[in-house]
């Protein structure tokens, strides 16, 4: 299928190199020349359409822009918008409705599942996980473009999106957030960047491996799993002094608590965490 791209970020550029095997581009624009001149060079487009052009020759657009600017890029195109097309945008919150209905236009929201710190080529996965939700007609046209050698499709009810959304925030950006408190402490007995990746790094990994392997509640040990109270008050005590890593510590402990901890040692130690 013939395609093209408005927005040569990070997310739009990596899923595009995986998309030109099966499909062929069209063009790429983005109001960064810089950034469009870089993704035709990482795309090896020999002749990138100019922005109208792409819109009327494409079959399908692909809107990868950030969230606050989709409807606004939307906007800029629907005046060439006369064939019939399929218009996705890559947002994993928004629905597909919120690019205004056209006789001819079929749209749909497809969002990967993945993280993307920079524009990867190759990607770092060679399989991504794509969730789909929007008009019937996009949701068909969309397992044409997404080859399955690259591409697992899921149909998602645009109820479910900020779910969706909010499973990828707390498996990524939060994790990275919790990280870097890590890093926080780490600092306060000044350990180096060696004996994070000696100490910290492992023991995350192994953790992780843990859960998948053994489930969450066999997984987790320390004083919280032991119910070791005298440990913990002598947490919370240093902490005391650094009232957000305090914070971040009594909410994810309650958490523990409250879902992993056994019974009979929940509640003394749900009283001291909310102390």
């Known amino acids: 299928m013939r395609i093209g791209l408005i927005g040569c970020g990070r997310v739009g550029v990596t899923i595009f190199y995986l998309l030109k095997k099966h499909n062929t581009i069209v063009g790429v624009y983005d109001t960064d020349d810089k950034k ?10 020999r002749n990138n359409s100019n922005y109208s052009e792409m819109i009327i020759r494409s079959d399908a657009l692909f809107i990868a822009t950030p969230d606050d600017t989709v409807l606004e890029a939307y906007k800029k195109m629907y005046r060439y918008l006369k064939e019939t097309k399929l218009v996705f945008h890559f947002s994993g919150i928004l629905p597909a409705k919120i690019l205004s209905k056209k006789r001819n236009v079929f749209r749909a929201s497809i969002h990967p599942f993945a993280t993307f710190p920079e524009i990867m080529i190759p990607p770092a996965r060679k399989h991504l996980f794509m969730s789909v939700e929007g008009d019937r007609e996009a949701m068909m046209g969309a397992r044409a473009i997404f080859h399955p050698e690259y591409f697992t ?3 998602l009810k645009k109820e479910d999106k900020v779910f969706y959304h909010l499973i990828g925030v707390f498996s990524s950006n939060l994790l990275v957030g919790l990280v870097a408190s890590i890093y926080d402490i780490v600092q306060k007995i000044n350990w180096k960047e060696k004996d994070i990746d000696q100490l910290v790094y492992p023991i995350i990994e192994e953790t992780l491996r843990n859960i998948k392997k053994h489930g969450l509640r066999k997984s987790l040990s320390g004083p919280l799993q032991r119910g070791d109270v005298e440990t913990i008050k002598k947490h919370l005590k240093t902490l005391r002094q650094h009232k957000q890593l305090l914070r971040i510590y009594k909410e994810l402990s309650l958490y523990i ?3 992993l901890t056994p019974g ?3 509640r003394r130690l749900r009283k001291l965490l909310s102390e």
Not at 36 to 45: P, Q, S
Request: net charge positive; aromatic share 0%; charged share 40%.
């Open 264 to 266: 009979s040692k929940k």
């Open 257 to 259: 608590v409250q879902n």
């Open 36 to 45: 469009e001149r870089k993704a035709v060079k990482v795309l090896g487009i």
């Open 153 to 155: 499709l899921k149909r």
